[in-house]
């Protein structure tokens, strides 16, 4: 099992930034890829980027392509989004996941292919 918690979520005002966490503990973190994602209310969650397990593959959503940056430090066991420019269309609740085999993507990965979940954490972005 691997539990997951994303942290730096808040409020924002547009062109600013957020860096948002993710702790993951339970099981070897370093094996894993993971990725970051979001969900609006009543819509579906979307992948926004996926990273292997040693960094060496990135993939990111049209969308946030130039402006946000997945990371991940392995002795640290945290994975990182580093959120710049935001938009208020970035405005939502953003989950981290993990996938349970060690695999490595070679896309971005959809949210079915993932094992963990974290409980969230709400991005604001205003005017």
């Known amino acids: 099992q691997v539990q997951l918690v994303e942290s730096g979520g808040g409020l924002v005002q547009a062109g600013g930034s957020l860096r948002l966490s993710c702790a993951a503990s339970g099981r070897s973190f370093s094996s894993n890829t993971m990725g970051w994602f979001r969900q609006a209310p009543g819509e579906e969650r979307q992948s926004v980027a996926t990273i292997s397990a040693r960094s060496d593959h990135q993939y990111y959503t049209d969308s946030v392509k130039g402006r946000f940056t997945i990371s991940r430090d392995n002795a640290k066991n945290t994975m990182y989004l580093q959120m710049n420019g935001l938009k208020p269309e970035d405005t939502t609740v953003y989950y981290c996941?993990?996938?349970?085999?060690?695999?490595?993507?070679?896309?971005?990965?959809?949210?079915?292919?993932?094992?963990?979940w974290g409980q969230g954490t709400h991005v604001t972005v205003s005017s």
């Open positions: 996941g993990a996938v349970h085999n060690a695999t490595q993507p070679m896309a971005l990965l959809t949210p079915f292919e993932y094992d963990y």
